[in-house]
């Protein structure tokens, strides 16, 4: 669908982007706020402010984010960095669509 020509492409190919956008964005957006979150947890431990319940939490945020990794390869992306290199190839190829409309 990322090949067709903007004049090609149907009023579905738009919306079926759309949705695909939408939802590896929401992927995006959710395994970015447990990254940042892990990281907030390991600044802590470095400055020996950890507790146990830290502990079990970045263990969990770490199980989410295996998790939300197996999603990403499940839609058909090898990693954060290629699906957000794909979220802005989808995001310019709406737009340019819409444009040609």
């Not at 090949?3 to 090609?8: A, E, G, I, R």
């Not at 919306?15 to 992927?27: A, C, F, G, K, S």
């Amino acid at each position: 669908m990322l090949n067709k020509s903007p004049l090609q492409r149907t009023v579905q190919d738009v919306q079926d982007l759309q949705d695909r956008t939408e939802q590896l964005n929401t992927v995006l957006e959710e395994r970015a706020a447990l990254q940042t979150r892990l990281n907030e947890i390991e600044a802590l431990q470095a400055d020996h402010m950890g507790t146990p319940q830290l502990l079990t939490e970045m263990l969990e945020i770490n199980d989410q984010l295996a998790e939300m990794d197996d999603k990403l390869r499940s839609m058909g992306y090898d990693g954060v960095e290629q699906a957000q290199i794909k979220l802005e190839q989808m995001k310019d190829t709406i737009e340019e669509s819409v444009r040609r409309c």
